[in-house]
């Protein structure tokens, strides 16, 4: 079993900044890559970043190239998003995820967090 916590979500306005931080437990969370999804209003989830958490390699959906960044505390299990440059369309709630794949798929994820709102204002 893999348990995610995340927090830092919040209200800001366009142009500002959100750090969002997933913390993680459990024997095998290792074995797993991190990711963050979002689902917006109306909308359907959609992979946001991931981290491979044995090497670092990240990646980044187009939406967000540029504006975010995703980094891992191995030492504290904890994977964080910082989000610059906001948007009204990133207005979401965001999850963290615990997954296996090449492809950062939805249906390779074990794991989810409970879901941080973000919410940007124009």
């Known amino acids: 079993q893999v348990q995610l916590v995340e927090s830092g979500g919040g209200m800001v306005q366009a142009g500002g900044s959100l750090r969002l931080s997933c913390g993680a437990s459990?024997?095998?969370?290792?074995?797993?890559?991190m990711g963050w999804f979002r689902q917006g209003p109306g909308k359907e989830r959609e992979f946001v970043s991931g981290?491979?958490?044995?090497?670092?390699?990240?990646y980044y959906a187009e939406s967000v190239k540029g504006r975010f960044t995703i980094a891992r505390d191995i030492a504290k299990n904890t994977v964080y998003l910082q989000m610059n440059s906001l948007k009204p369309e990133d207005t979401a709630v965001y999850y963290c995820?615990?997954?296996?794949?090449?492809?950062?798929?939805?249906?390779?994820?074990?794991?989810w967090g409970q879901g941080t709102q973000v919410t940007v204002s124009s």
């Open positions: 459990g024997r095998a969370f290792r074995s797993y890559d």
């Open positions: 981290i491979r958490w044995s090497v670092g390699n990240t």
């Open positions: 995820a615990a997954l296996r794949g090449i492809r950062w798929r939805i249906e390779d994820v074990d794991y």
